[in-house]
Nanobody
Framework: QVQLVESGGGLVQAGGSPRLSCAASGRTLSMSAMGWFRQAPGKGLEFVAA????????YYADSVKGRYTISSDNAKNTVYLQMNSLKPDDTAVYYC???????????????????WGQGTQVTVSS
């Protein structure tokens, strides 16, 4: 089993630049891809960003491309999401996810991720 714990959320002013972190623990020896998703109030789960196991390939949703950056530190089993130029529409619960089975390729599909964190709220005030 793998446990994921997100941190770094909170109340942010529009234009702010917080950084989310996701620390993995447990059976993390396999080199698995990780991703970030979000769910805004009254909306479904939305893909945000993903990174492959080596950190060499990243994917972004069009809505965050150029503003968000996903990165990873495999030595620390941690993935980060640097968010810049936040907008009120970015308000959501942000979830970290990890593919299971040693799948190292990043994916935009939530169904491809086996492990999920509990989520961290990011609220952007205008």
């Amino acid at each position: 089993q793998v446990q994921l714990v997100e941190s770094g959320g909170g109340l942010v002013q529009a234009g702010g630049s917080p950084r989310l972190s996701c620390a993995a623990s447990g059976r993390t020896l396999s080199m698995s891809a990780m991703g970030w998703f979000r769910q805004a109030p009254g909306k479904g789960l939305e893909f945000v960003a993903a990174i492959n196991w080596s950190g060499g390939t990243t994917y972004y949703a069009d809505s965050v491309k150029g503003r968000y950056t996903i990165s990873s530190d495999n030595a620390k089993n941690t993935v980060y999401l640097q968010m810049n130029s936040l907008k009120p529409d970015d308000t959501a619960v942000y979830y970290c996810a990890r593919r299971g089975g040693g799948f190292g390729y990043a994916s935009r599909a939530s169904d491809d991720y086996e492990y999920w964190g509990q989520g961290t709220q990011v609220t952007v005030s205008s």
